[in-house]
């Protein structure tokens, strides 16, 4: 896990979002970044959260909200 740097990440992030779609690339980074973050306050493995980067670079797949609604008839 401490191997974890930037560029591997993005690269990892990447092929995740072109070979499975960019939500399951999204929820990839939301989980993995929440591992490394409780790593950081409780073990203080990391100086700072690699997986900060997609979101400082702002270069995250956008996520695509349903508009899906429940019919009265449903």
Known sequence: VTDITDEKFYARYTEIGEKNGPTM??????????????????????DRNPVQYIASTKSAYPNKRR????????
């Open 25 to 46: 690339a999204n929820n990839v980074r939301r989980i993995l970044s929440s591992i490394l973050n409780y790593g950081i306050a409780a073990r203080r493995l990391f």
């Open 67 to 74: 508009d899906n609604y429940i019919k009265p008839a449903q």
